[in-house]
């Protein structure tokens, strides 16, 4: 079964050097009980250890079932180990933070039995060796001989058919070493027991077979066993391997031994996912408020479609001018010349100039309703507008400096973010609102434009309310002169006022906005009823002048003078003949309601080309995407400095796994020496930085996220509306543990790399 042909081993240190083992000759019958006598330093442990595969012999061939071992890989030693030989040593070799029943399974967890099975084989083999009372007991709970009894178990849990036994007794009472040595007889009557001992008396009294050594070789054997070469066998020790879990199990047995070194080491490693976790907890926090206050404050803000448009997406693909500062046409800003190169100004790329057509406006009506509160269109029309000032003079007002613009056609939606402050809301085209901010002021610019004193400390209320005004239509303001070709408007403007010709407007009603209401919905200034805009602009596009000017492109029927077709289409417009609106303000019933505002009126570019596009500006909502990416980039920048302290503590961890493999030296050797492979006993040190990991993740989190409880409460005493602005994110809590695990296993590579290439012999001897 097992033979040893010239097996010679010598070991150099530096120009030391000795011969262990010199030329061994050795056969073995399959069932016999074989002492191996001999002074210390003979070669008998080493012959053990060369028999068990631990360790490499330099010449000649050890044979098993009559094959060569000589070209055996680690793999196949492995498994050599752990299926065909049970070790029993003098000094037992037990792990010690692992129970009594899982120091004799773990032998057979390299073999791949299931949980049934290795537990039903080690209660069995703990029952012979009369230890089945102590199955949950830890190893420094037991005598001596009930060690070296649970390293026998452990030795016959694989069921091997060789039993290595290195001095057994040597650390036992004599009434110990008598049980022990009986039970090893009984063991040898169905197996090879190969014993080492110094003790004559013990080798003669129960083994079978003496084999003395001295200097290395065979000096005597009492009874021989002379073999034919027998035919190679094919020997398929099944591979051996560790489970992760096991390897877990094993790691967490180690570390609940070190409770409160594991914990601060935990701690410490969890500073830097704290941070981490404080910073992602700040930013969700501030970006569930910003949602929050776009789907409530910034939620009714309109969607504002203008004629020139500025169009974000193209902004943001825009990069940097490259090379030297040029104009339109390329030529380098500020040539050394003495010439002026006159150009036309371009528009901006990130500007869009928007072509509302009928076809737009019919797809907008056909928008549901229950989606908006309002939609208001401007033009850039300039109505005719007479004032009689307070010094009974009548003049032409400026519109814009009054802001005549139309009122919102909602009424429900006027009330909700205005307070009609005295009069009524306007019934008809013929009645006027006058709105004033928030602080019942008005612009300094109206003021004047309607002649009043704009030194003025205050006025009442009935100083505007119901006065009038005179909206004129063109066919009644302009009048054609023949024999110029142009359109006068009148010369004394209060005769015309009192011919009374004009539409007649009357401040029937002063309004103030609401706080929190949407400011931009109307600013202050005199609005008039949306029927007013539909009378004058029907009239326009039939009226003389409006024909007149659509007939001269190239002149203006009011000065006589040239004019670019950019300025006849603004002509138009002014006059209200091209009604093409300037602008459209949609305002939002709610957050949901403005998505699906969004996609119809996505909807109109679809399939259209580049230039057809029309671009709207929802300002919420680039408001609030712009601030998360301001909030966004702070967090990167915080999360980068709290990231350092999580590499410092991951080298520290990776330190801490170092000393954890020089404390578990001997239980590597143990593992070795079961048929554990060099990947196994770098998992078991993978799996304890794992354990550690995951709990400083966990920790880091938890400490985390208590933590958010005291700063929200010191936010919201600082600041209104903010009593919840850390929120913990629920995908960052498993982020940051799975980041946790993924460092510590980085840094516990190079030590549990240090744990796998240890010699098993060596790490045997360690105390």
């Given at each position: ?207 079978n077979r003496v084999v003395t050594l001295r200097d290395g070789q065979v000096l005597h054997d009492s009874n021989p066993y002379v073999t034919e070469v027998d035919a190679p066998q094919k020997l398929s020790f099944k591979k051996t ?50 949602d929050r206050l776009e789907m409530t404050t910034l939620s009714e803000f309109p969607i504002q479609i203008d004629s020139i448009a500025f169009d974000v997406a193209a902004a943001r693909q825009a990069g940097p001018p490259t090379g ?228 001269s492109p190239e002149r203006s029927v009011l000065t006589g003078n040239q004019i670019t077709p950019q300025t006849h289409q603004s002509l138009l417009r002014t006059l209200g003949v091209d009604s093409t609106p300037s602008s459209i ?183």
């Amino acid at each position: 079964m097992l033979q040893l042909k010239g097996i010679t081993k010598r070991y150099e240190i530096g120009s030391f050097k000795q011969t262990a083992l010199d030329g061994v000759d050795l056969a073995f019958r399959s069932q016999e009980f074989v002492c191996i006598l001999g002074p210390s330093g003979s070669g008998k442990t080493t012959m053990l250890n060369m028999i068990g595969g631990l360790d490499r012999y330099d010449a000649g061939d050890l044979l098993i079932s009559g094959k060569s071992t000589r070209h055996f890989k680690a793999s196949q030693w492995d498994s050599y180990r752990n299926h065909a030989i049970g070790f029993v040593f003098q000094n037992y070799n037990l792990i010690t933070h692992t129970s009594v029943l899982a120091n004799v399974e773990v032998g057979m967890t390299l073999s791949g039995l299931s949980v049934e099975k290795r537990r039903e084989r080690a209660l069995e083999v703990l029952e012979r060796v009369g230890l089945i009372d102590h199955v949950d007991k830890k190893p420094n709970q037991l005598s001596g001989g009930q060690m070296q009894r649970v390293a026998i178990a452990r030795a016959l849990a694989n069921d091997p058919d060789i039993i290595l036994a290195d001095e057994p007794t040597g650390a036992i009472d004599s009434e110990t070493s008598r049980q022990i040595m009986t039970l090893i007889q009984e063991i040898a009557k169905d197996k090879l027991v190969v014993m080492v001992t110094h003790d004559e008396q013990i080798a003669k009294t129960y083994a079978n077979r003496v084999v003395t050594l001295r200097d290395g070789q065979v000096l005597h054997d009492s009874n021989p066993y002379v073999t034919e070469v027998d035919a190679p066998q094919k020997l398929s020790f099944k591979k051996t391997s560790m489970a992760f879990w096991q390897a877990l199990q094993l790691s967490f047995s180690n570390l609940k031994t070190k409770k409160f070194r594991t914990l601060i080491t935990a701690f410490a490693g969890s500073i830097g996912i704290i941070g981490v976790a404080l910073v992602l907890s700040l930013a969700n926090g501030l970006n569930q408020e910003i949602d929050r206050l776009e789907m409530t404050t910034l939620s009714e803000f309109p969607i504002q479609i203008d004629s020139i448009a500025f169009d974000v997406a193209a902004a943001r693909q825009a990069g940097p001018p490259t090379g030297p500062p040029t104009d339109a046409d390329g030529l380098e800003r500020f040539p050394d010349v003495r010439q002026i190169f006159p150009f036309q100004r371009q528009i901006s790329s990130v500007q869009h100039i928007n072509i509302i057509e009928d076809d737009y406006l019919d797809h907008l009506a056909a928008l549901d309703p229950v989606y908006y509160h309002d939609i208001m269109i401007r033009r850039s029309v300039n109505m005719n507008i007479l004032h009689r000032r307070p010094n009974d003079q009548v003049s032409r007002i400026n519109t814009g400096a009054v802001n005549f613009e139309p009122l919102l056609g909602n009424p429900e939606f006027f009330a909700d973010n205005y307070d009609i402050l005295e009069g009524r809301h306007p019934e008809n085209h013929q009645e006027l609102l006058l709105v004033v901010d928030a602080f019942n002021r008005l612009n300094i610019r109206m003021i004047t434009e309607l002649g009043f004193d704009p030194n003025a400390l205050e006025f009442d209320f009935d100083v505007f309310l119901n006065r009038s005004f005179q909206a004129v239509l063109l066919d009644d303001f302009y009048t054609y002169n023949p024999e110029t070709d142009r359109f006068f408007q009148p010369s004394n403007l209060t005769e015309f006022y009192a011919e009374q010709r004009g539409i007649e407007l009357t401040i029937v009603g002063i309004a103030r906005i609401q706080d929190g209401a949407i400011s931009n919905v109307l600013s202050q200034g005199i609005k008039y009823h949306p029927d007013l805009a539909e009378i004058y602009l029907e009239h326009a596009a039939a009226s003389e002048i409006g024909q007149a000017q659509i007939a001269s492109p190239e002149r203006s029927v009011l000065t006589g003078n040239q004019i670019t077709p950019q300025t006849h289409q603004s002509l138009l417009r002014t006059l209200g003949v091209d009604s093409t609106p300037s602008s459209i303000a949609i305002y939002p019933v709610s957050f949901e309601a403005k998505e699906a505002i969004r996609n119809h009126l996505d909807a109109y570019n679809e399939d259209r080309s580049e230039s057809e596009r029309i671009i709207y500006t929802d300002l919420a909502a680039i408001v609030t995407e712009l601030t998360s990416d301001v909030i966004n980039g702070i967090s990167y920048v915080l999360i980068a400095f709290s990231s350092i302290s999580l590499i410092v503590s991951s080298i520290m961890i990776g330190i801490i796994t170092y000393v954890s493999v020089l404390e578990r030296t001997k239980e590597i050797g143990i593992l070795r020496s079961l048929g554990a492979r060099k990947r196994d006993i770098a998992r078991v040190f993978n799996a304890e930085t794992t354990i550690i990991g995951f709990v400083s993740g966990a920790l880091g989190v938890l400490i985390a996220f208590l933590l958010t409880f005291p700063i929200n409460a010191i936010i919201g005493n600082l600041v209104d509306q903010l009593d919840r602005l850390a929120v913990m994110p629920i995908q960052a809590v498993f982020a940051l543990i799975a980041i946790s695990i993924f460092l510590t296993l980085i840094a516990g590579l190079i030590p549990s790399s240090i744990a796998s290439r240890k010699d098993p012999v060596a790490a045997l001897r360690v105390d």
